[in-house]
């Protein structure tokens, strides 16, 4: 079958399935299924519960000036 045979409804079904295919293959996660070495999930957890408790992280420019670089 051609596309040029395809009903309105079939182009359009065939158009939206390979959307779907490209942005699940465009959106895949590469880490899935990998586990976290326990430190750095216990980072990421002690930098979410102090998100929640309204602290923030360093500013970029601390980041930047503890690397030796500026930040403009």
Do not use: C, H, N
């Not at 399935?17 to 996660?29: C, H, I, K, N, P």
């Not at 750095?40 to 420019?61: H, V």
């Amino acid at each position: 079958m051609q596309v040029k045979d395809l009903t309105t409804e079939e182009f359009k079904t065939l158009i939206r399935e390979t959307v779907l295919e490209v942005l699940a293959d465009s959106l895949d996660d590469p880490d899935r299924g990998l586990k976290l070495r326990p430190e750095i999930e216990q980072q990421l957890l002690a930098s979410r519960d102090r998100r929640a408790a309204g602290q923030r992280g360093m500013s970029a420019s601390d980041v930047a000036a503890r690397y030796g670089m500026t930040w403009q």
